[in-house]
């Protein structure tokens, strides 16, 4: 059993390599290796990159070397973007000189043609001392490292750490997720894992201490006794949150295909989650809601989240989100009698409703710059006490208002009611757009605001609840487990 | 004879499973209850053997050809004494299916006390490796589906929660009248079968599939009444 250290250490060229060698990028015209070549330069990668090819002395205005065997430096991280059949005997002359090898070719194992391809492609890496990633994958995004594989990952390091299966996916996490505030520690596709799989990442990740939580897209598990290991020995220390393709007959089928093996019985995933923690989701948008609500929030185990406080303009919205929450086991209950007469107390304008959920015009939230919204929080939390406040505001009643930063002044009275109530309840943010242009426009730069305070924000309440949901299931496993011998 | 034994003489005996006696004794190595109980051959008198059991007995025929005992005429329950266990041998051996078998014997054995009949699985996935399985007996594990799984090795928290994962979780605490189950023998059953050092484990290399239906559980305790356990091809893994 390696120590934490000693994982840390071996993926250390991996996730911040020194040099770079790039292996399919053409001196002519513009193949995928290329617009990595430029992606790298753009993102500010720090070290040295090695073209290799055949016979050109130059690609995109670098020096290049006929092999991976001539390079003047050893190679960190080595790109591999050529017809398959190449791939092998490239790998084979490394001699010790590579590191990590990310083959981004495919025609290997996901096609039956290709599977003898893939065992010599293993073999080849054994003998060459190389750490071998995919193939039929992307490529790798490690903002300390400044290495992407995706156009516009952000240079800022995260909490996130990604593992994916499919590197189309893979490009989607980074950047729907980058769009709604995911900060990556890194993301790496690994295609068929014939080497390296999910099981040797998520060990990184549950070593690297920039990493907090992790997400994994799944087609197949050849190592999933290894997963199920590391993940039962965690004891959902870091929530792992799981989209697994394939869990459904027909899924199986397209997975097959895909990846070129075939995915366990659905069975097997429930148990895994239910007897480790790890959050199973079925979309990629419960999988990117769920990521952001462990990014933005600290898990109390102390207090699983039930009890929900609902706040916001939009009546009809508040009564299905509560339908919803109740069916994920989330309790918007109505205030008890000492919390209502506080609340009574204040005298809001007629239109606004006062139990749980509370519903009050936009008009009466602006009032006072934001100073009622204020006084409703601080009358609740000193005579009620929920896991979580969650305001919803819908974005066309706000358009046209230009007077006053009615946003800052809500969120900044949702924060200092939190600071007053230490440790209660968590806050999350729903800003409802109706897609015309005018309010999306306000609703990202709504969301912009909140995301640098560090509020998580959805779309929908629906979104809220997915994530409260998978927070309450996380915060139970560890309270149930906390208490078990 | 160890667990390795049975499974060893199952192996040079050429069979891909063990018998239902071969399976109670690896259950009892495990510590799980089953009934006491006896073999009689075909055409022994049954009545010297039976001292030390207390009626009322079941007779099951076991042999390597009928895997569904019951649906093959042999399995007879409530029987109170000697002579009817002799008379039920001499019918058994009557009926079609049983004269065509080879036939290992009849296996009499004391009637479990009444109560909730669940069954506990085990097998063996591809990707994961031994799977522990519990759900409540006949139409809820047949029809229902109504099954909870683990990874093995579970720990008594899992298993509390896989009974509590059952649609039909209510009928352990005494639904419709009934006397509540002891659900402690149950989750000791389930940690015996998939705990860490439980039989699927130690036995992993060899037990490709274990069926222990019904377990019957009544509220003093909880009593494998039939087992099956598949091999794996031999050489194991």
Redesign the interface.
Known sequence: MSTANDILASFEPLFAPKTIAVVGASATTLAAANTFIRRMREFGYPGRIFPIHPNADAVDGLPAFRSVAQTPEPIDYLYISVAAKHVPKMLAEANGRVRFAQVISSGFGEVDEGKALQEDLVRAARAGGVRLLGPNCLGMYSPRGRVTFVEGGSVEVGTVGVISQSGGLGTDIVRRGQARGLRFSAAVTVGNSADLGPADLLEYYLADPQTRVIGIYLE??????RM?ELLKAQRAAKPVVILKGGRTQQGRMAAASHTGALA??D??W???S??TGCLLVDTLDQFLDTLLVFQALTPRASAPTREIVMFGNGGGTSVLATDLFSRLGLQVTPFAATTLAALRALKLPPGSSITNPIDTPVGTLQQDEGRIAEKILDAIFANADPQALVMHLNMAAFVGRTRGDVLGNLMQAALRVQSRYPGRAHFVLALRSDGWPEVEARKREFRDQALALGIPVYDEMMNVGWALAALAQHERFVA??RA?? | MTADDLIRSARAAGRSSLDESAGKRLLAQFGIAVPSSVMVAPDEPAGPKLTGLRAPFVVKVVSPDILHKSDAGGVRVGITDSTQVDAAIRAMCAHPVIAKARLDGFLVEEMAPPGEELVVGGLKDPQFGPLVMVGLGGIFVEVMQDVAFRIAPIERIDAHEMLSELKAAALLDGARGRAPVCREALIDVLLRVGGAGGLLLRLHDDIAEADLNPVIVSERGAVAVDARFILTPEGGK
């Not at chain 1, 197949?220 to 006794?225: F, K, L, M, S, Y």
């Open positions: 197949a598990a050849r190592d999933g006794r199920f366990g019985d069975r097997v429930v148990a895994l239910r007897q149930s487990r078990s011998p």
